[in-house]
């Protein structure tokens, strides 16, 4: 398992925009893909769960991959979240 923590820098958080690239995106991989807030762990290929984590500017979220390809996509996702627009 791979994990990073990071730090929402994108102003409108992860609503339904965003949220559906990163969602998409993940959906590339076949590593099972999480993330955390506050101790709220969700599966990220949802936009559903996504979403309830209620993810705005600023939050700390820790992105975690576990499978065949999780280096691949805990790289890829990081900048994925970092490169969020609005």
């Known amino acids: ?4 923590q990071l730090n929402i820098i994108n102003e ?4 339904a925009r965003p949220g ?6 993940c959906k590339q991989f076949s590593s099972k893909v999480t993330v955390e807030k506050n101790g709220q ?8 769960k996504l979403l309830g984590l209620g ?5 700390a979220i820790t ?5 065949e390809d999780e280096l691949q996509a805990l790289d ?3 900048h994925v979240v970092e490169t969020l627009e609005g």
């Open 20 to 25: 559906t690239v990163f969602v998409k995106a």
């Open 41 to 48: 762990t969700v599966n990220a290929k949802s936009l559903m």
């Open 55 to 59: 993810v705005v500017y600023g939050d």
């Open 12 to 15: 409108n958080g992860f609503h």
């Open 1 to 4: 398992m791979q994990s990073v």
């Open 76 to 78: 890829q996702l990081k």
């Open 63 to 67: 992105l975690c991959t576990e499978g």
